[in-house]
Nanobody, 129 residues
Framework: QVQLVESGGGLVQAGGSLRLSCAASGRTFSSYAMGWFRQALGKEHEFVAAISLSGDNTYYSDSAEGRFTISRDNAKNTAYLQMNSLKPEDTAAYYC??????????????????????WGQGTQVTVSS
């Protein structure tokens, strides 16, 4: 198993930036393909970005493409989500998640939240207009 803890959320003005971190403990972090999701009040989980085991392959939602960057540092057991040009509609709780099964390089870890087995507690991002 792996335990995930997000940090880095907060209140930011539109156009600003935030960097979210996801610290992992437990089994070898490099064994897990990772994803970031978000959940706005009253809505379901929404895929934001995903990253392969090595970090060489990244995938984004249309809303995140060009503004957000997912990365990972396997030596530090941490995944990141750099968010730039934030908009009020980005306001949500952000969650990192790990796939429990092996996802080969070059294969999108998936945009469906049900594919991910391990989740953090979330970190709130609020973007004011």
């Amino acid at each position: 198993q792996v335990q995930l803890v997000e940090s880095g959320g907060g209140l930011v003005q539109a156009g600003g930036s935030l960097r979210l971190s996801c610290a992992a403990s437990g089994r070898t972090f490099s064994s897990y393909a990772m994803g970031w999701f978000r959940q706005a009040l009253g809505k379901e989980h929404e895929f934001v970005a995903a990253i392969s085991l090595s970090g060489d392959n990244t995938y984004y939602s249309d809303s995140a493409e060009g503004r957000f960057t997912i990365s990972r540092d396997n030596a530090k057991n941490t995944a990141y989500l750099q968010m730039n040009s934030l908009k009020p509609e980005d306001t949500a709780a952000y969650y990192c998640a790990a796939r429990g099964d092996y996802v080969p390089e070059g294969l999108n870890p998936g945009t469906y939240s049900g594919l991910y087995d391990y989740w953090g507690q979330g970190t709130q991002v609020t973007v004011s207009s």
